[in-house]
């Protein structure tokens, strides 16, 4: 009853939330960047600090109204399961997840006084392991292992005793604990080819669909477990090193062709009938669709973002460059990585000019 009464509730301090974000964008500046970087790249003390502060995080009380939830990362885990049929199969996938991924940077930063880069898993570096325990993100001083019993739950590394509750819109919490199935197969769709196809994309409303197809399932799909959720991944703190990469990869995008793609959006604003039907939801009830600040079904840069009431509702338009005040980040790429890029746009440039 206490979650069906929050919804309007939220939705009702909407509008004022969103004209305070865009007054208080126009006066911020982007002055302290923050990196966003392959974990691969990290030293080990910042490696130490970043998994500290996800368990101060896993620590931290409780910001929301909502039954069941006692801390910041079930607050998180939330905001994702109650728009799971509202941000995923749509064209503000990619702007939504790059905004959770921020907030949830933010509230390291604001909540455990994390100072260090905010780092991604970069998953083409990983796609020719012979075996994933092999890499730098699954060590037991990093994320811990693969799952194994009967729930496959992991039994290694920082998080193994992590307490989760939330699970589905309009189900009660109970507690449950991160399960894993760790398997290289699926990073395949992390390899420079199944890339080369999205980075040829020429617009936004192509290169969303591409982007959400083989590369999204590369890091959920190999970690198995919780994070083919598509509900509670979040649980898992992978899933922000996933989204990472994914949102480092839209950048790198981004970048093949600036100015245009800093506001080049598009794609459908409703997930399509037969995706909902999958998660058992229905399509998304008014109480969403009206608040997206667009008519119609095409997602522009005026569809708000909104994260429940963990930080405040932006636009498409605030996240669309990474060095403006809501993003402020430098996205750093392996040289191995840059490297591929290179051949990517050099072939690309040749098919273009023949
Ligand atoms: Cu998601």
């Avoid at 997840?97 to 570096?125: I, M, Q, S």
């Avoid at 399509?272 to 079904?297: I, M």
Wanted: hydrophobic share 40%; aromatic share 12%; proline share 5%.
């Amino acid at each position: 009853m206490v979650r069906l009464s929050w919804i309007p509730f939220v939705f009702a301090s909407l509008s004022v939330a969103v004209e305070t974000t865009q007054h208080s964008t126009r006066e911020a500046a982007c002055t302290v960047k923050v990196q966003h970087k392959p974990w691969q790249m990290l030293t080990s003390a910042e490696r130490t600090a970043y998994i500290n502060a996800e368990l101060c995080l896993m620590e931290a009380p409780t910001r929301l109204n909502v039954a069941g939830s006692k801390t910041l990362w079930d607050d998180l885990q939330w905001a994702h399961i109650l728009q799971a049929n509202v941000m995923h199969d749509v064209g503000h996938f990619l702007p939504w997840h790059r905004y959770f991924f921020v907030v949830h940077g933010n509230l390291l930063r604001e909540e455990c006084g994390y100072t260090g880069p905010l780092p991604y898993w970069d998953e083409t570096a990983d796609a020719s392991l012979s075996d994933l325990s092999r890499s730098p993100v699954f060590q037991n001083t990093a994320f811990g292992g693969t799952g194994s019993g009967a729930q496959s739950y992991i039994t290694t590394g920082p998080f193994a005793s992590l307490a989760l509750r939330m699970r589905r819109p309009g189900q009660s919490a109970s507690n449950y604990r991160i399960s894993r199935s760790l398997n290289v197969r699926s990073l395949a769709s992390a390899r420079q080819a199944s890339l080369d196809a999205c980075f040829q994309m020429t617009t936004y409303t192509a290169a969303w669909e591409c982007w959400g197809g083989s590369p999204h399932g590369a890091g959920h799909g190999a970690t198995g477990g919780l994070m083919v959720d598509v509900f509670a991944s979040p649980g898992d703190p992978v899933f922000y090193l996933h989204h990472g990469w994914l949102d480092a990869m839209w950048w790198k995008w981004q970048t093949l062709d600036l100015p245009g793609r800093l506001t080049d959006m598009g794609g459908r604003n409703v997930p399509r009938l037969s995706y909902v039907q999958r998660l058992g939801t229905g399509l998304p009830g008014r109480e969403w669709t009206d608040y997206h600040g667009e008519r119609g079904n095409i997602t522009t840069l005026n569809h708000i973002l909104s994260v429940n009431e963990l930080a405040p509702n932006v636009t498409v338009g605030n996240v669309m460059d990474v060095g403006g005040s809501v993003v402020c980040a430098d996205y750093i790429f392996s040289n191995s990585f840059n490297a591929t890029i290179n051949t990517i746009v050099d072939g690309f440039m040749t098919t273009f000019t023949e």
